[in-house]
């Protein structure tokens, strides 16, 4: 059976704040964003963060899109590029060449297509991506937490695996701008109760530990999480400008 998802982004000001969302059905869809990108870069980044996602899957993918630059970038200008070492035909550089490459990594060895769609048209998953696309945008301009969704319900333990793997490998790529620190309201899934947590860390927060005198060997532990868990974590990483592992000592 073929999953058919559509993939959407926004981005407030152009550059601004952006986010990105794909969205399958009402228990499997995600959103995401940034503190600064453009509307091409969120639009990447939720095809790549459906195939991240989806991973775990065998079944074929059909991927609704209204941006035929991304499609494009994908299915027909992609192998031009690498042959040329990630340049375009007039030899200047591959805008957004961090998310084409991870895009390619992601794209092999699966069996995806890709269909355009006009966008703010009353197509039911265009329309249900491009709307939490947008309210993550609007979040991160408002130093917020987004609704991130329940995340791809349908992976095996195997293909969750993949998926992580996938995600940990992509996670150590150059973040955008880093706002600074509020605490922000976030709703507690399941519930309509409002909750408080720092999304950005304070500058002290790098300090803390330097100081200390370690008098045990190291413990080394190894902690396996859900695609959506592994997702959030990944996003508030890149929000600060950190690796995974920091963002986990941070944490802890």
């Known amino acids: ?25 009402d228990a499997n869809w995600a959103a995401g964003g940034s503190p600064h990108g453009t509307n091409n870069q969120g639009e990447l980044q939720a095809v790549l963060e459906l195939l991240r996602a989806s991973a775990g899957t065998d079944e074929p993918l059909l991927i609704m899109c209204d941006s035929k630059y991304v499609i494009d970038s994908i299915t027909k200008w992609m192998p031009g590029w690498k042959r040329r070492g990630w340049r375009k035909a007039d030899g ?13 990594e992601a794209m092999r060895g699966r069996d995806v297509r890709f269909e355009w769609v006009k966008g703010h048209a009353g197509h039911d998953l265009n329309e249900a991506a491009d709307e939490r696309a947008n309210a993550a945008a609007k979040a991160y301009q408002a130093k917020q937490e987004p609704r991130r969704g329940p995340g791809f319900t349908m992976a095996t333990d195997a293909g969750a695996a993949v998926a992580a793997s996938a995600a940990v490998a992509a996670a150590a790529g150059p973040s955008l701008p880093e706002p600074a620190h509020q605490p922000v309201p976030e709703l507690v899934e399941g519930s309509g109760t409002p909750m408080t ?28 999480l859900s695609p959506t868990e592994l997702s959030r ?10 690796s995974l592992e920091e963002a986990l000592r941070r944490m802890i």
């Open 92 to 104: 200047a550089p591959v805008l957004n060449r961090e998310l084409m490459e991870s895009l390619d």
């Open 1 to 25: 059976m073929t999953i058919i998802a559509a993939a959407d982004g926004s981005a407030l000001g152009n550059p601004g704040p952006n986010g990105w969302a794909w969205y399958i059905d």
């Open 233 to 242: 974590l990944r996003t508030r990483a890149e929000a600060q400008g950190i």
């Open 197 to 224: 947590l720092p999304l950005w860390a304070e500058a002290s927060d790098l300090l803390d530990g330097l100081d200390d005198t370690a008098d045990v060997a190291p413990v080394e532990i190894h902690l396996t």
